[in-house]
Nanobody
């Protein structure tokens, strides 16, 4: 099995920055897309950013120019640098990873437990 552990959430004033990290562990054979999603109170979970194994990125329009996703393939870790935070960025942020395990026999679609980000004005 594959586990994802997020860290880096917290309370920050509008205009500030936070950096989220998500480390994957387990019998990982290959790691493909990794990404961040968020869910605000009373809203559905939405995509924030994704990054492919070779580095191609995709961002939600609401975070373009403010957030940056990156990854360290050697550490099976994905990061989300969040700058110029706004109160509307307040949400629980979830890490997601797609890949294969057990020698590549099985695929996985793993989620972290979530880390809360609160932005106050």
């Amino acid at each position: 099995q594959v586990q994802l552990v997020e860290s880096g959430g917290g309370l920050v004033q509008a205009g500030g920055s936070l950096r989220l990290s998500c480390a994957a562990s387990g019998s990982i054979f290959s790691m493909n897309d990794m990404g961040w999603y968020r869910q605000a109170p009373g809203k559905q979970r939405e995509l924030v950013a994704t990054i492919r194994s070779r580095g191609a990125t995709n961002y939600a329009d609401s975070v373009k120019g403010r957030f940056a996703i990156s990854r360290d393939n050697a550490k099976n870790t994905v990061y989300l640098q969040m700058n110029s935070l706004k109160p509307e960025d307040t949400a629980v942020y979830y890490c997601n990873a797609l890949g294969s395990h057990s020698g590549g026999v099985y695929g996985f679609d793993a989620w972290g437990q979530g880390t809360r980000v609160t932005v106050y004005s």
